[in-house]
């Protein structure tokens, strides 16, 4: 068994599914001959034709939009839009169509696409390619958001996501590309959407975060243990549905929480796990949620970026805010 | 300095606004087997067209937009399409879509405010209305390419105004189905209104059929109040398409002779006596003087053919108002194959606090 990357692992999963699945195609720009500007499609156009691994035109809207109507004709489409930041032109598309479609006709017309789209920061890319939108994505319904956070859960969620009857989001963080390798067998087994992956156990504290910033949470659950506490740390996984159980569960045990995101605080997704904690889960609570994310401003060019990502020391004294409480 | 390319547009008539041959007809144009089954469906549309505004002006109907004046357009190009394509309609095709057997009930059900209108008993592949203008195009184009790809010999048929004609996502659809070579075809209704935005502010284009060649996709204009034009370049676009030409853009040239919707009063902007004048150029009159000139048609078969439409609305009408109230539970049933667990708090919820009143009767609601 290969150690890979998570980029790799996105290439493993999609060239899987080609395999496996001739309905399969993947669009979107500069895919094919130059396999991705980050490489996720190397070598797939070579293997499985230009009919099936197709460069488009440079255009967000169509991409989307003809992805859409592919999928409703039987293909099963993944769309690659090149940068998060690039995919607002195709948003009409994604909250107007591919999230209502099965809704709009009862169930005779069905959408079954992948977005895929890199996201977030810490890779010191120019303007417009840090981008975190899952939020406004997750407020969408119709549409389920997945945000992989190691290259065995890029490969079992992609092909869950490929295989899945409706649209899915797929967010992959960038600077998780080639952050590190892990073993992933090339074996066919999804991993299930909709639920949420304890990473490590704890006692004392629930961290919860996804994508990138797992890197840091897990950092920052590290440094805690070297104190003596206990952190839990889930990865969301998929973040819309929300599988919060799992997370009620947890707090349950440990009566804290500290939420970790990477895009802007003021209704992003720890706003709805902190309320739904409240709702559900108030009288296990020791202490109020913390949430430690990006900042209200707009995402800084790469000299600021890493002032702007959360970083383990804020993690770490939001946990200590929730031990300190009582 | 040298010419590296040049273009033209062609534009289509055969018969005159009186019905008069302008030259040789097509085959089909002779033959009333073909041409009746066309007027019949043109009238009906009329027929539906005004009983629905009926029922949403004595509040048995929601908002609905009215064909009017185009009912050449859509009866021309659905009668040249196969059953095993698809249609990609906005939401003034009604034309189009009765005579891909869509039923005047599920229209009326998904102008009533029900989805289960969009779940066409036929045409179960078509799309259902599409309301984000221009959108459909896209679309259109990803479903092309689908076909192309199986190899299958069907082509895809979308329908836009000349409003969408501003929109990115009908240069986009084109751009992509011309490079794709996919059997496409894109009608562009061009009724010269906007809601209240004349042709004139839409766009600075000679005609919006050349829009095509930015694409590299055939553009072409016909008359869209004569049937026999609209239907021969609907039949040429089609058979180009299944036989791998590519894309094809048709602007038919038509007139709203309605409001752009219940909603919308058009004598706030734009002159009856104008609207008055560009009744003489109506469809269905033009090929009625030419069945008749065929020796096809008379007042006894237009009174028939009128009792036969107003029976036909009337039990759609009836099954409409009969239809049985959509469940609470279908707001979730439909969102996702299987509802994720995240959702059933939520549905439950619907569920315990669904009035009594949700048992209403389709037009109670529409005041």
């Not at chain 1, 900042?295 to 890493?306: C, G, Q």
């Given at each position: 068994?290969?150690?890979?990357?998570?980029?790799?692992?996105?290439?493993?999963?999609?060239?899987?599914?080609?395999?496996?699945?001739?309905?399969?195609?993947?669009?979107?720009?500069?895919?094919?001959?130059?396999?991705?500007?980050?490489?996720?499609?190397?070598?797939?156009?070579?293997?499985?034709?230009?009919?099936?691994?197709?460069?488009?035109?440079?255009?967000?809207?169509?991409?989307?939009?003809?992805?859409?109507?592919?999928?409703?004709?039987?293909?099963?489409?993944?769309?690659?839009?090149?940068?998060?930041?690039?995919?607002?032109?195709?948003?009409?598309?994604?909250?107007?169509?591919?999230?209502?479609?099965?809704?709009?006709?009862?169930?005779?017309?069905?959408?079954?696409?992948?977005?895929?789209?890199?996201?977030?920061?810490?890779?010191?890319?120019?303007?417009?390619?840090?981008?975190?939108?899952?939020?406004?994505?997750?407020?969408?319904?119709?549409?389920?958001?997945?945000?992989?956070?190691?290259?065995?859960?890029?490969?079992?969620?992609?092909?869950?996501?490929?295989?899945?009857?409706?649209?899915?989001?797929?967010?992959?963080?960038?600077?998780?590309?080639?952050?590190?390798?892990?073993?992933?067998?090339?074996?066919?087994?999804?991993?299930?959407?909709?639920?949420?992956?304890?990473?490590?156990?704890?006692?004392?504290?629930?961290?919860?975060?996804?994508?990138?910033?797992?890197?840091?949470?897990?950092?920052?659950?590290?440094?805690?243990?070297?104190?003596?506490?206990?952190a839990e740390v889930i990865d969301v996984a998929t973040l819309k549905p929300l599988d919060l159980p799992t997370i009620l569960e947890s707090v349950a045990r440990t009566g804290r929480c500290v939420i970790v995101h990477e895009a802007a605080r003021t209704a992003g997704l720890g706003a709805e796990i902190a309320a739904s904690l409240a709702e559900e889960g108030l009288y296990s609570l020791l202490a109020p949620v913390q949430?430690?994310?990006?900042?209200?401003?707009?995402?800084?060019?790469?000299?600021?970026?890493?002032?702007?990502?959360?970083?383990?020391?804020r993690i770490v004294a939001a946990a200590r805010k929730t031990l300190e409480a009582s | 300095m040298s010419t590296v390319a040049r273009f033209h547009i062609d534009h289509t008539r055969f018969l005159d606004p009186q019905g008069e041959p302008l030259g040789p007809l097509p085959d089909f144009a002779c033959d009333p087997a073909r041409l009746v089954p066309m007027y019949r469906a043109m009238y009906l549309t009329r027929s539906?067209?005004?009983?629905?505004?009926?029922?949403?002006?004595?509040?048995?109907?929601?908002?609905?937009?009215?064909?009017?004046?185009?009912?050449?357009?859509?009866?021309?190009?659905?009668?040249?399409?196969?059953?095993?394509?698809?249609?990609?309609?906005?939401?003034?095709?009604?034309?189009?879509?009765?005579?891909?057997?869509?039923?005047?009930?599920?229209?009326?059900?998904?102008?009533?405010?029900?989805?289960?209108?969009?779940?066409?008993?036929?045409?179960?592949?078509?799309?259902?209305?599409?309301?984000?203008?221009?959108?459909?195009?896209?679309?259109?184009?990803?479903?092309?390419?689908?076909?192309?790809?199986?190899?299958?010999?069907?082509?895809?048929?979308?329908?836009?105004?000349?409003?969408?004609?501003?929109?990115?996502?009908?240069?986009?659809?084109?751009?992509?189905?011309?490079?794709?070579?996919?059997?496409?075809?894109?009608?562009?209704?061009?009724?010269?209104?906007?809601?209240?935005?004349?042709?004139?502010?839409?766009?600075?284009?000679?005609?919006?059929?050349?829009?095509?060649?930015?694409?590299?996709?055939?553009?072409?204009?016909?008359?869209?109040?004569?049937?026999?034009?609209?239907?021969?370049?609907?039949?040429?676009?089609?058979?180009?398409?299944?036989?791998?030409?590519?894309?094809?853009?048709?602007?038919?040239?038509?007139?709203?002779?309605?409001?752009?919707?219940?909603?919308?009063?058009?004598?706030?902007?734009?002159?009856?006596?104008?609207?008055?004048?560009?009744?003489?150029?109506?469809?269905?009159?033009?090929?009625?003087?030419?069945?008749?000139?065929?020796?096809?048609?008379?007042?006894?078969?237009?009174?028939?053919?009128?009792?036969?439409?107003?029976?036909?609305?009337?039990?759609?009408?009836?099954?409409?108002?009969?239809?049985?109230?959509?469940?609470?539970?279908?707001?979730?049933?439909?969102?996702?194959?299987?509802?994720?667990?995240?959702?059933?708090?939520?549905?439950?919820?619907?569920?315990?606090?669904?009035?009594?009143?949700?048992?209403?009767?389709?037009?109670?609601?529409?005041?």
């Amino acid at each position: 068994m290969a150690e890979i990357n998570l980029v790799e692992a996105v290439n493993l999963a999609l060239a899987h599914e080609l395999a496996r699945d001739e309905a399969v195609v993947l669009l979107g720009e500069d895919i094919g001959a130059n396999g991705g500007v980050f490489r996720a499609t190397a070598g797939l156009q070579q293997r499985f034709g230009a009919g099936r691994v197709v460069d488009t035109p440079l255009a967000e809207t169509a991409i989307v939009g003809t992805a859409i109507g592919m999928a409703a004709m039987g293909l099963r489409p993944v769309a690659e839009i090149q940068f998060s930041g690039f995919l607002y032109p195709a948003i009409d598309h994604l909250v107007n169509h591919a999230a209502r479609l099965r809704n709009r006709t009862r169930g005779r017309l069905a959408c079954p696409l992948v977005v895929r789209t890199p996201c977030g920061g810490g890779i010191h890319a120019p303007e417009h390619h840090s981008e975190s939108p899952e939020a406004m994505l997750a407020h969408t319904p119709g549409l389920r958001v997945v945000m992989p956070s190691s290259p065995a859960r890029a490969y079992g969620l992609l092909l869950a996501a490929i295989r899945d009857p409706d649209p899915v989001m797929f967010l992959e963080p960038t600077r998780m590309y080639r952050l590190f390798r892990q073993e992933v067998a090339d074996d066919g087994e999804a991993l299930p959407l909709d639920v949420c992956f304890t990473l490590r156990g704890g006692t004392d504290l629930t961290l919860v975060s996804w994508g990138a910033m797992l890197h840091e949470t897990q950092a920052a659950a590290d440094a805690l243990a070297a104190e003596g506490i206990s952190a839990e740390v889930i990865d969301v996984a998929t973040l819309k549905p929300l599988d919060l159980p799992t997370i009620l569960e947890s707090v349950a045990r440990t009566g804290r929480c500290v939420i970790v995101h990477e895009a802007a605080r003021t209704a992003g997704l720890g706003a709805e796990i902190a309320a739904s904690l409240a709702e559900e889960g108030l009288y296990s609570l020791l202490a109020p949620v913390q949430r430690v994310t990006g900042y209200d401003t707009v995402m800084p060019l790469s000299r600021l970026e890493y002032q702007y990502l959360p970083s383990v020391e804020r993690i770490v004294a939001a946990a200590r805010k929730t031990l300190e409480a009582s | 300095m040298s010419t590296v390319a040049r273009f033209h547009i062609d534009h289509t008539r055969f018969l005159d606004p009186q019905g008069e041959p302008l030259g040789p007809l097509p085959d089909f144009a002779c033959d009333p087997a073909r041409l009746v089954p066309m007027y019949r469906a043109m009238y009906l549309t009329r027929s539906f067209d005004a009983k629905a505004i009926a029922l949403q002006r004595t509040g048995k109907l929601g908002t609905f937009a009215s064909a009017l004046g185009q009912e050449a357009i859509g009866v021309g190009v659905a009668s040249a399409m196969r059953p095993e394509d698809a249609l990609f309609p906005s939401y003034r095709e009604h034309a189009a879509q009765l005579v891909r057997g869509v039923r005047i009930e599920e229209s009326l059900r998904y102008w009533g405010g029900d989805e289960r209108g969009s779940d066409f008993a036929e045409a179960r592949h078509d799309f259902p209305n599409c309301v984000p203008i221009g959108t459909q195009v896209c679309h259109a184009a990803g479903a092309a390419y689908a076909f192309r790809l199986r190899g299958e010999a069907r082509a895809a048929v979308c329908f836009l105004g000349d409003g969408g004609s501003s929109k990115g996502d009908f240069y986009e659809g084109l751009n992509f189905a011309a490079v794709w070579k996919a059997p496409l075809l894109v009608v562009l209704s061009n009724n010269q209104w906007a809601i209240s935005v004349p042709r004139s502010a839409q766009s600075a284009t000679a005609t919006l059929a050349q829009k095509a060649i930015a694409a590299g996709v055939e553009g072409v204009q016909v008359d869209g109040n004569d049937l026999v034009a609209v239907h021969h370049v609907a039949r040429e676009a089609l058979a180009k398409a299944r036989a791998g030409g590519g894309p094809t853009l048709i602007e038919a040239v038509t007139y709203r002779l309605g409001d752009h919707t219940t909603a919308d009063d058009a004598s706030r902007y734009r002159d009856p006596a104008v609207v008055q004048e560009q009744w003489s150029f109506e469809p269905l009159t033009r090929l009625r003087n030419h069945l008749v000139k065929l020796g096809a048609w008379g007042p006894e078969k237009e009174e028939a053919l009128a009792r036969e439409c107003a029976e036909t609305v009337n039990a759609a009408v009836e099954a409409y108002l009969s239809t049985p109230p959509p469940t609470t539970a279908a707001m979730f049933d439909h969102l996702f194959a299987t509802l994720p667990a995240a959702l059933a708090a939520q549905r439950d919820e619907a569920l315990r606090f669904a009035p009594r009143t949700a048992g209403r009767q389709p037009g109670g609601d529409h005041g």
